[in-house]
């Protein structure tokens, strides 16, 4: 059951049994030291699918267990959630990642019948997970943001007669821009975490936003900002700032901006002044870490974002002496915290050394200053400072910690493993196309041979089966377009379906794919994933696979079913004979693979149906009239301001 405690028992914090989740980022360690050097009895979860994660092996982590990846499978998590509370054994939840704070808030009400949750509450996530009303908010109490132009509100439907509007508003800017896509649930309950991507030009800012056509979902688009990356840290309990730090990116991986890899200890007032004005604007409780962009040329710093959990670089203020993780706690559980403010060098510095800094070194050493949007650091400066760096004893390290060294030594081992497991896969995958290259050969021999027959196959065909890895992409396509098109061409054509490899039923296509689809006239929004099994193979006369490892894997998982399985991409005469898996291409590289897959599916329609196809309006690829991104209300241009 939750902790009933009183304020009185603020100095006396009784031993807790707290359930940190997503051990493998991390902000994690950073907690789970934190909360064990507080006296607490800490459980550690991971996912099932990761690696043992660093934060596992501290010495204040006293289990261990491993859960549903919040990600990839939201629903598998929230009911493992409610099952492992609901037994009892813990008073805390601390979640670590948005997907497990999402996962948390769907069931905050019985949730919170068994612990106390360490997250925000639900009128602050609306603007810890969402940017668009967090950069709404940062206007609202006059902060400076970067040029915006605010696309869509998942809460209005879109409205494509603004289409014009939009590519004037995105036009508007100063191109290269960020489009920011807020944290959304996708149709098959699939929690996508929000990204950040850049665009060069106003054609690849379309591009990126079409692939969102169709969802519910927020999204801006802002100018870059040329500077460094700055944050307050504040843990605010009922209406003041309890506990406030701040810190200066010094490296960012990569270099021209991403992940913190380096930072600095700060104080500056007009960092956490404007952070503590954006969380009294909104009422926030808790802890928030509230990210700026500091211009490089000077003024007003431009409000970013806000996160609503511990942070990754949160080690840098353990470092400082501001223990965040548990004055938060106790401010929740006591409604006061013995935690105080305490006086730090902005002198001080934390790296993240594996795999931060590998990485961003590896960015400069690979930028080429001829091409690269922001000239790279000196390649023999930036090697010779990660030396110096490395062996300064003042520089701190998220990991390193000489009274719990085993997350360090976890985390070289995790790594180290990882390039070992890269290199292997390298190799692998050359002696693989060796392979291919033979294989491939005698598939397009078979296939001549089969071509030159009155039949392509000896028996009638009734039904056929498309099969892919993931039945996401590539077959769910070609059956929908075999369905939907082919079979209004030849209205004899066999009926198809699709299947996929992985076991990953009930999984949705990504949205890149179902906007690509639309530009074919192939709606791939209610589209439900399905294994392959005995059963589909046994109903289908012919199976159509997309490249030569499905090949490989029918054939080690159903060998009796080569005998009617060929390559679909064979039936492209001009094209390769294998089908690319689309599913971590862009969207204009997916449109290319699915037009490939539509002139196979002609030229398959030409081979196995014999009558002359139906006069039909002719269909080019990417003519399905689909719109670009819409706006709801009009997009608005918001100027940069500077903050009064």
Same mark, same amino acid.
């Given at each position: 059951?939750?902790?009933?405690?009183?304020?009185?028992?603020? !100095?006396?914090?009784?031993?807790?049994?707290?359930?940190?989740?997503? &051990?493998?980022?991390?902000?994690?360690?950073?907690?789970?030291?934190?909360?064990?050097?507080a006296g607490h009895h800490v459980v550690v979860g991971y996912p099932h699918s990761s690696p043992r994660a660093a934060a596992t092996f501290s010495r204040y982590a006293r289990e261990r267990l491993t859960?549903?990846?919040?990600?990839?499978?939201?629903?598998?998590?929230?009911?493992?959630?409610?099952?492992? +509370?609901?037994?009892?054994?813990?008073?805390?939840?601390?979640?670590?990642?948005?997907?497990?704070?999402?996962?948390?808030?769907?069931?905050?009400?019985?949730? %919170?019948?068994?612990?106390? @949750?360490?997250?925000?509450?639900?009128?602050?996530?609306?603007?810890? +997970?969402?940017?668009?009303?967090?950069?709404?908010?940062?206007l609202r109490c006059g902060l400076s943001i970067p040029a915006t132009v605010f696309l869509r509100n998942c809460n209005q439907a879109a409205d494509a007669s603004d289409a014009a509007h939009v590519k004037e508003s995105l036009a508007s800017l100063t191109f290269p821009i960020i489009i920011k896509v807020d944290n959304h649930l996708e149709p098959g309950?699939?929690?996508?975490?929000?990204?950040?991507?850049?665009?060069?030009?106003?054609?690849?800012?379309?591009?990126?936003?079409?692939?969102y056509q169709g969802l519910s979902v927020s999204i801006i688009a802002q100018e870059k900002i040329r500077g460094y990356g700055v944050g307050a840290f504040l843990l605010r309990h009922q209406g003041c700032s309890v506990l406030t730090f701040a810190?200066?990116?010094?490296?960012?991986?990569?270099?021209?901006?991403?992940?913190?890899?380096?930072?600095?200890?700060?104080?500056?007032?007009?960092?956490?002044?404007?952070?503590?004005?954006?969380l009294a604007e909104i009422g926030y409780e808790g802890l928030a870490m509230i990210e700026f962009r500091q211009p490089a040329g000077g003024g007003a710093p431009r409000f970013l974002e806000i996160n609503g959990r511990i942070w990754g670089s949160m080690a840098l203020a353990l470092h400082a002496g501001v223990d965040f993780p548990r004055a938060w706690l106790e401010c929740r559980c006591n409604g006061t915290t013995s935690v105080v403010q305490p006086r730090y060098s902005e002198s001080l510095r934390c790296r993240n050394t594996i795999p931060g800094e590998l990485l961003y070194l590896r960015s400069v050493l690979r930028a080429d200053a001829r091409t690269a949007e922001y000239p790279p650091p000196s390649k023999l400066g930036a090697l010779g400072e990660f030396i110096r760096l490395s062996l300064d004893p003042r520089?701190?390290?998220?990991?390193?910690?000489? %009274?719990?060294?085993?997350?360090?030594?976890?985390?070289?081992?995790?790594?180290?493993?990882?390039?070992?497991?890269?290199?292997?896969?390298h190799v692998v995958r050359r002696l693989r196309r060796l392979r291919n290259l033979q294989n491939l050969r005698e598939s397009r021999r078979t296939h001549e041979q089969r071509a030159q027959q009155e039949r392509y196959f000896p028996a009638?065909?009734?039904?056929?089966?498309?099969?892919?890895?993931?039945?996401?992409?590539?077959?769910?396509?070609?059956?929908?377009?075999?369905?939907?098109?082919?079979?209004?061409?030849?209205p004899n054509a066999p009926l198809a379906s699709s299947a996929g490899f992985i076991d990953n039923t009930g999984t949705s296509s990504p949205p890149h794919c179902v906007a690509a689809a639309r530009r074919f006239g192939v709606d791939l929004t209610s589209h439900s994933s399905q294994v392959l099994g005995p059963d589909l193979l046994?109903?289908? !006369?012919?199976?159509?696979?997309?490249?030569?490892?499905?090949?490989?894997?029918?054939?080690?998982?159903?060998?009796?079913?080569?005998?009617?399985?060929?390559?679909?991409?064979?039936?492209e005469r001009a094209g390769t004979a294998e089908i690319a898996d689309p599913y971590s291409m862009g969207f204009r590289e997916t449109v290319d693979v699915? !037009?490939?897959?539509?002139? &196979?599916?002609?030229? @398959?329609?030409?081979?196995?149906?014999?009558?002359?196809?139906?006069?039909?309006?002719?269909?080019?690829?990417?003519? %399905?009239?689909?719109?670009?991104?819409?706006?709801?209300?009009?997009?608005?241009?918001?100027?940069?301001?500077?903050?009064?």
């Open positions: 059951m939750s902790p009933k405690l009183t304020a009185h028992e603020a !100095d006396v914090m009784p031993t807790l049994r707290i359930l940190v989740t997503d &051990a493998d980022q991390l902000p994690a360690l950073s907690a789970v030291r934190s909360l064990g050097r859960h549903p990846n919040a990600w990839h499978h939201q629903q598998e998590f929230r009911g493992w959630l409610i099952k492992e +509370l609901a037994g009892g054994a813990y008073d805390v939840l601390l979640p670590i990642s948005e997907a497990a704070i999402m996962a948390a808030a769907a069931h905050r009400q019985e949730l %919170s019948r068994y612990v106390q @949750l360490l997250m925000p509450s639900d009128e602050a996530l609306n603007f810890t +997970l969402s940017k668009y009303n967090a950069t709404q908010a940062a309950g699939r929690c996508v975490q929000g990204s950040v991507r850049g665009a060069a030009t106003l054609s690849q800012a379309e591009a990126i936003l079409e692939e810190h200066r990116r010094l490296h960012e991986f990569p270099y021209t901006g991403g992940i913190s890899s380096l930072r600095a200890a700060s104080a500056d007032p007009a960092v956490i002044g404007a952070g503590e004005k954006l520089v701190r390290t998220d990991s390193l910690s000489l %009274s719990d060294p085993a997350p360090w030594l976890g985390a070289i081992y995790a790594t180290a493993r990882l390039l070992l497991m890269q290199s292997a896969q009638r065909i009734g039904r056929i089966l498309f099969v892919c890895a993931g039945n996401i992409c590539r077959s769910p396509f070609a059956e929908k377009y075999w369905n939907q098109h082919i079979r209004e061409q030849w046994e109903q289908a !006369d012919a199976v159509f696979v997309m490249d030569l490892s499905n090949h490989r894997i029918l054939k080690q998982s159903y060998p009796g079913a080569l005998n009617k399985a060929t390559l679909l991409g064979l039936f699915y !037009d490939h897959a539509v002139q &196979a599916l002609h030229g @398959l329609a030409e081979t196995i149906v014999l009558p002359e196809p139906q006069p039909c309006e002719a269909r080019e690829p990417g003519s %399905s009239g689909a719109t670009p991104l819409s706006s709801t209300r009009g997009p608005e241009s918001i100027p940069a301001r500077a903050a009064e």
